[in-house]
Every structure is written in structure tokens, then in C-alpha cells.
């Protein structure tokens, strides 16, 4: 069985956050396709978010490298506010140790298990950032035996550094993931 994930579209991830994404809000549309269609197939939708506490490490006021962002409870760590929540979804919260950053939506939770207990074994990922937070759940995911499809309209890179999205994409395939568009997707 196949399974939706919805990485991270937090509205401080899109245009007007404290960690943007140039274009970050240009995926809502198509996931909402996808969110819609796994909805009304009564296949699993899992949500994951950033939901750190207000002095996490990886804040650049506490030694990390990051602006403060997606604190837990505030309007930035919100869903973008035109992303379908689908009825019956699980939300994964992530990085909420103070000590401890998490990319992956598998690190420090449930997330594994969750969609173990529905049977899943295939894993359609979405959401941002392409070049953080994608990236490792995608590497996390082949690594505890997924299949992957990243759909390629419904992702969106940060690039830190020019160039990051598309080593990122790269070292996904690399892996085992397959990238490519939502005409492709998986049965």
C-alpha cells in the first residue's frame, strides 16, 4: 500500500516566513491533487512539521545555523494556510528537543511505525525543503526498505548554496528513489 507524505509546508517555510523558500507556496496546488486523490482513495496522508521549542539548537541565537523558526504553537510552525488537512491524517512533529535538530520526518518519531501499522510499503513525498527536510525523510525512508517517488512539481529547494536542489535530487536517485512527475506516479 501506498502512502502520502506531506513534508513540512509550514508557513515559515513559504514566501513571508522566517526561513522562506523562494516559491515554497507554488506546491500547495498540486499536493492538494494529491491530497485530495489519496483522500477519496482512503490511502494513507501523513503530514510532517517542524515543531521546535523557542531556544532550539539549530537557532542561530542558540549556536545553529538556522534563523528561529517553526516554533511550536506560533503562526510559522502553522500549515501554509491553503494546504488541504485531510480527515483521519496523522501529524508527525519533529525536532522538538531542544538538543536535538531532525530533517527526516523518521528521526525521533513515530512515523516508521505509523505507516508500518497500515501496511505501507510505498511512499509518495512531498514539500520542502528539497535540500533539507526532503532529502533525509526520502533517504530515510529507502533506508528502512520504502519504495520512493518524489514527485517533482510538489518540491521546492531552499539552495543555501545554488545548486543544493539539484544535488539533492541527484543524490535521492542515487539512493533508489525514482523523481519525476505526478503523470508518472505510482499505482
Request: aromatic residues 6%.
Amino acid at each position: 500500500m501506498k502512502a502520502l507524505l506531506v513534508v513540512d509546508i509550514q508557513n515559515d517555510f513559504c514566501p513571508g516566513g522566517t526561513l522562506a523558500v523562494n516559491g515554497g507556496d507554488d506546491i500547495v496546488e498540486p499536493v492538494n491533487r494529491l491530497i485530495e486523490s489519496f483522500a477519496d482513495s482512503g490511502l494513507p496522508i501523513v503530514y510532517t512539521r517542524d515543531w521546535h521549542p523557542p531556544c532550539h539548537s539549530s537557532f542561530k541565537e542558540f549556536g545553529g545555523i538556522w534563523p528561529a523558526h517553526c516554533v511550536a504553537g506560533t503562526p510559522g510552525a502553522d500549515f501554509h494556510p491553503n494546504l488541504l488537512i485531510a480527515k483521519n491524517a496523522v501529524v508527525i512533529s519533529k525536532a522538538c528537543k531542544v538538543e536535538a535538530d531532525a530533517y527526516s520526518g523518521f528521526e525521533g518519531t513515530n512515523l516508521d511505525s505509523e505507516l508500518k501499522a497500515r501496511g505501507v510499503d510505498k511512499v509518495i513525498v512531498t514539500g520542502l525543503a528539497t535540500d533539507y527536510c526532503v532529502k533525509n525523510t526520502v533517504l530515510d525512508a529507502l533506508e528502512l526498505g520504502y519504495g520512493v517517488f518524489v514527485a517533482d512539481e510538489c518540491i521546492k529547494a531552499v539552495n543555501v548554496h545554488p545548486g543544493d536542489g539539484s544535488s539533492a535530487v541527484a543524490e535521492m536517485k542515487q539512493a533508489g528513489a525514482v523523481v519525476g512527475p505526478l503523470i508518472d506516479l505510482p499505482d
